[in-house]
């Protein structure tokens, strides 16, 4: 099971953060100081698996982000390593060549790849074409959405 996946800049920023156990903000917040900090104090060519306390931290740099999944410690670190790299295709294919800015400005977008992929913490989806589809469908929606709200708003009711 995933317990959380985030991910974070060279510089230690939080860009997304999605947890999948309950948990206070004060232990998230103390949670997160130092997995960030543990897998930036790593040299590159280091292992991209790390035991954490009772969890496994799995990592990979992606140009200026770092994605992170931390597993129970039986879990399967290629599948999870797997998992990632799927979530940044993702990416990709839906910014094109996804950067940070993109992650800060349609964390929306990031956040509902993810939640397409991944719900509970249990791998939900591994098909790309259906992860696409679903996206492009919310897109869609939301556009007849926003056109309906114009002609509304044209027509004077709020």
């Given amino acids: 099971m995933i317990h959380y996946m985030l991910l974070f800049s060279r510089q230690g920023k939080l860009r997304l953060q999605k947890w999948y156990q309950a948990m206070t903000q004060k232990e998230k917040k103390r949670i997160t100081r130092e997995v960030v900090s543990t897998v930036l104090s790593r040299r590159s060519k280091m292992c991209n698996f790390l035991e954490w306390k ?3 931290i799995i990592y990979k740099r ?3 982000l770092y994605f992170c999944a931390a597993v129970d410690k039986d879990e399967n670190e290629l599948i999870v390593l797997e998992l990632i ?5 993702l990416l990709d294919k839906y910014f094109g060549s996804v950067c940070e800015l993109d992650i800060i400005f349609n964390f929306e977008k990031a956040y509902f790849m993810l939640d397409e992929l991944v719900i509970g913490g249990e791998i939900q989806e ?6 696409v589809k679903a996206i492009a469908a919310q897109d869609l929606m939301q556009e007849e959405t926003e056109a309906i709200r114009g002609v509304l708003d044209e027509m004077g009711i709020p």
């Fill in 54 to 56: 009772d969890l496994k």
């Fill in 62 to 64: 992606y140009a200026s």
């Fill in 126 to 131: 591994t098909s790309k074409k259906n992860v």
């Fill in 85 to 89: 790299h799927r979530y940044v295709e």
